[in-house]
């Protein structure tokens, strides 16, 4: 999946580690609370990659990046691998009817994004945080740059947490151990926003549109919840 770009009432913040460690595989915890922002998650990641936090001021796209980790270069070409956590809302009406159908609608999404896609892996024997999951890997070509992405994802209460990696494809497998410690370590705790849902009536009288959405996509907050 390409970069997602947050929109104009976004903001992101930019958290850098202190003290970047030399050490190969030193991990720091990452906490995005579920009582003050909804998402509910938990990871480790390497001490020496930078954070991107989006803040959540609302958005009517309903592809919500979480945090993002941009490992250091360490080539010429000065490209950062990115390892993304994001959560897809669906409405009453789209949610997916199992792992499969997710997988083949993500299939469809990237193969017409990037140019030249071409599948490695594909299957739904995956796990994510504990959970079923699927997962795609796949290479194409996106604004002239090649790229090689996994996408692993897992649905709850209709909703998908899902975590991608990229990187170039001469450097993908550089940090695939570091990669897969971070999705093992990957938690979604009780609370999240997939666990709670909200929805709305929403109208586009312009466009004739009459759905119920998920508030989330609305922009509008959501109630405080216990831990």
């Known amino acids: 999946m390409p970069l997602i ?5 976004q903001t ?10 030399t050490v190969k595989d030193e991990f720091l915890g990452y906490h995005n609370n579920a009582t ?3 998402y509910g998650i ?3 990641y390497p001490t020496d990659w930078r954070i991107e936090e989006q803040a959540d001021s609302g958005s009517d796209d309903c592809d919500i990046s979480i945090v993002s980790f941009f490992s250091p270069s360490f080539n010429p070409s000065g490209y950062n691998s990115e390892f993304t956590v994001a959560l897809r809302l669906y409405d009453e009406e789209t949610i ?6 997710e997988l083949n609608f993500q299939k469809d999404i ?3 994004t990037y140019a030249h896609f071409k599948t490695i892996e594909s299957d739904t024997h995956s796990t994510l945080a504990g959970y079923p999951a699927y997962k795609l890997v796949w290479t194409g070509e996106i604004d002239g740059i090649k790229e090689q992405i996994k996408e ?4 709850i209460n209709g909703d998908v947490y899902y975590i991608t990696y990229q990187a170039e494809p001469k450097t993908y497998s550089h940090y695939q151990s570091t990669v897969q410690k971070m999705i093992d370590s990957f938690k979604i705790e009780k609370g999240g926003v997939s666990q709670t849902k909200y929805f709305l009536p929403y109208e586009n009288s312009a466009y004739g549109i009459t759905k119920v959405t998920h508030i989330k996509c609305l922009g509008v907050t959501l109630p405080e919840q216990q831990p």
Do not use: A, D, F
Request: no cysteine; charged share 20%; hydrophobic share 25%.
């Open 5 to 9: 770009q947050t929109s104009s009432s």
């Open 96 to 101: 997916p009817k199992n792992l499969k159908e």
């Open 152 to 155: 692993i994802g897992t649905i």
């Open 36 to 38: 003050n922002t909804h």
């Open 12 to 21: 992101n913040v930019i958290i850098e580690s202190k003290n970047p460690s």
């Open 110 to 112: 990237e193969s017409l």
């Open 42 to 44: 938990r990871m480790s």
